[in-house]
Nanobody
C-alpha cells in the first residue's frame, strides 16, 4: 500500500554533512506528519525531527541548530540535512510517515527500512 525508500546515509568525518531523503509512494491520499528517528546500538529509537504540513517543525535538543528537516509535498518526500555531525550522531536513521490512504479515513504510521549514518574519523 505504501512504499518508503530512504537514501543518503553513509560514512562521514566529524564536522561533515549528509543529506537524507525519504520518498513515499502508493495509494496515498494525504500525508500528515513526516519525520526522522534514529537508533544507535544498545539504545532505544528516538525522535530526531518531525515536520507537520510544511510549516511546523520539532527537533530533538541534541540536533537543534545542526539538522534541518524539510519536505516536498509534490514529491511526497522528506529530507534531513545534517551538518556539523558528531560521532554520537552515529545510528540507523528511520523515516516515519503518517499518511491517510485513498478510500480510508484514518491515518497510519509507516516506517522506512533505515539507513546507516556513521560519523567517524
Amino acid at each position: 500500500q505504501v512504499q518508503i525508500v530512504e537514501s543518503g546515509g553513509g560514512l562521514v568525518q566529524p564536522g561533515g554533512s549528509l543529506r537524507l531523503s525519504c520518498a513515499a509512494s502508493g495509494s496515498i491520499f494525504r500525508i500528515q506528519n513526516m519525520g526522522w528517528y534514529r537508533q544507535a546500538p544498545g539504545k532505544l529509537r528516538e525522535l530526531v525531527a518531525v515536520i507537520h504540513s510544511s510549516v511546523f517543525t520539532n527537533y530533538a535538543d541534541s540536533v537543534k541548530g545542526r539538522f534541518t528537516i524539510s519536505r516536498d509535498n509534490a514529491k511526497n518526500t522528506v529530507y534531513l540535512q545534517m551538518s556539523s555531525l558528531k560521532p554520537e550522531d552515529t545510528a540507523v536513521y528511520y523515516c516515519n510517515i503518517a499518511a491517510t490512504l485513498t478510500g480510508y479515513l484514518a491515518s497510519h504510521a509507516y516506517w522506512g527500512q533505515g539507513t546507516q549514518v556513521t560519523v567517524s574519523s
